[in-house]
C-alpha cells in the first residue's frame, strides 16, 4: 500500500476526456482534490461533475495549456478553491496526422504550442505554488511516439513528445533542491476518444502490434502516474516509465505470430 494521497491538490492538464480524465478519476477516488483542465469549459466542468457524483472532490477551470495567461489562471483556481498544488499532472495533448510531405509550418507550430510550450508553460505557472509547499510531483504524459518509436505521420507528434523528455530532465535536476520530482508516463495505445477518432483499421492496426493484445485502458495509465505522484517515488526523478503492454518489445512481426 502507498501513502495516502487524500487531501492533496492535484491538477490534470487535458482532463475532459481521455487519459487525462481517467487520471482525475483515479486520482480522486484517492481523495485527492483534483482540478480539471481543458480548452472546452463544459466539458471540463461535466467531467469534474461526474467526479463529485462518485464521491470525489473536483473543480473544473477553462484553459489552454500553450497560452500564459490560462496556465496562470489555472494554477490561481487550484490555490484558490484546493489550497494549494501539490501535484501537477501535464497531460494535455494533441495528435493529428500530417504525414512529411504535407506537413506545413503551422501543423508544426500547433503541435508543439500545445505539447511542448504547453508542459513548459504548466510547469512553470505551478512552480511558485509547488515550491511553497516544500516538495511536488510533476508527471508528464510523453508517449512512446518519439522518445522510443517512430510513426508515419505523426514526425512533429514525435518531436514534441520527445522534447518533452529533454525538458524533463533539466526540470528534474533544478527542481531537486525543492524536493520537487519531475518523470514521465510513456502511453502505447490507450483507448481513447482521441484515439478512437483515429479510426478503426488504425485501431486494428495497433492492436494487432501489442504482445498484450489489447489496447491500454486509461486507468493503466493513471496507476503509472499515481506511483510517479506517491510520496513512495520520491528518490525517483528524470525517469520514464512506458506502458504499453508490450509494443515496444517485438524486434519484429515474427516475434509476434504464434502467440495466441
Ligand atoms: P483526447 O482523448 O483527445 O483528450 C485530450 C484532452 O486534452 C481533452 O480533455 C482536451 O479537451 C484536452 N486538450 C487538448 N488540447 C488542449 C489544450 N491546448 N489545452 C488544454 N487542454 C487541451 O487525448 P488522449 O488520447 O487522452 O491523450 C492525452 C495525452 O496522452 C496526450 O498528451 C497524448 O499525446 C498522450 N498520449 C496518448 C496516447 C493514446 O493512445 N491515447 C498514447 C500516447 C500518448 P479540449 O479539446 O476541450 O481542450
Redesign the pocket.
Known amino acids: 500500500m502507498l501513502t495516502s494521497i487524500e487531501g492533496r491538490s492535484v491538477i490534470v ?9 481517467g487520471i482525475g478519476r483515479v486520482f480522486a477516488g484517492k481523495g485527492a482534490r483534483v482540478l480539471i ?4 469549459g463544459s ?2 466542468e461535466a467531467t469534474a461533475a461526474e467526479i463529485r457524483r462518485s464521491g470525489g472532490i473536483a473543480n473544473a477551470v477553462a ?4 497560452k500564459v495567461e490560462d496556465n496562470g489562471r489555472m494554477a490561481q483556481a487550484a490555490i484558490e478553491l484546493h489550497g494549494g498544488i501539490d501535484i501537477l499532472c501535464c ?5 493529428p496526422s500530417a504525414k512529411l510531405f504535407d506537413l506545413n509550418e503551422a501543423d508544426w507550430d500547433r503541435v508543439m504550442d ?2 511542448l510550450k ?1 508542459t513548459f508553460l504548466s510547469v512553470h505557472a505551478c512552480l511558485p505554488a509547488l515550491k511553497a509547499r516544500g516538495k511536488g510531483r510533476i508527471v508528464i ?5 518519439g522518445p522510443i518509436t517512430g510513426n508515419s505521420g505523426w514526425s512533429h ?1 514525435a518531436a514534441s ?1 520527445a522534447g518533452q523528455l529533454g525538458f524533463l530532465r533539466t526540470a528534474a535536476i533544478e527542481l531537486a533542491p525543492f524536493h520537487i520530482t519531475v518523470n514521465a508516463v ?5 483507448l ?4 478512437e477518432a483515429l479510426g478503426p483499421e488504425y485501431t486494428a492496426r495497433m492492436t494487432s502490434a501489442i504482445p498484450a493484445r489489447r489496447l ?1 485502458s ?1 486507468e493503466d495509465v493513471a496507476y503509472a502516474a499515481l506511483f510517479l505522484a506517491s510520496e513512495e517515488a520520491a528518490y525517483i526523478t528524470g525517469q520514464t516509465l512506458v506502458v504499453d503492454g508490450g509494443q515496444v518489445l517485438p524486434e519484429s512481426q515474427a516475434a509476434l505470430e504464434d502467440l495466441y
Open positions: 492538464t487535458g482532463s475532459s476526456k481521455g487519459i487525462g480524465k483542465v481543458a480548452r472546452d466539458e471540463a484553459a489552454d495549456v500553450s497531460n494535455a495533448g494533441i495528435y500545445v505539447n504547453g504524459t510523453s508517449s512512446i511516439t507528434y513528445k510513456l502511453p502505447g495505445n490507450i481513447t476518444e482521441g484515439l491500454g486509461v
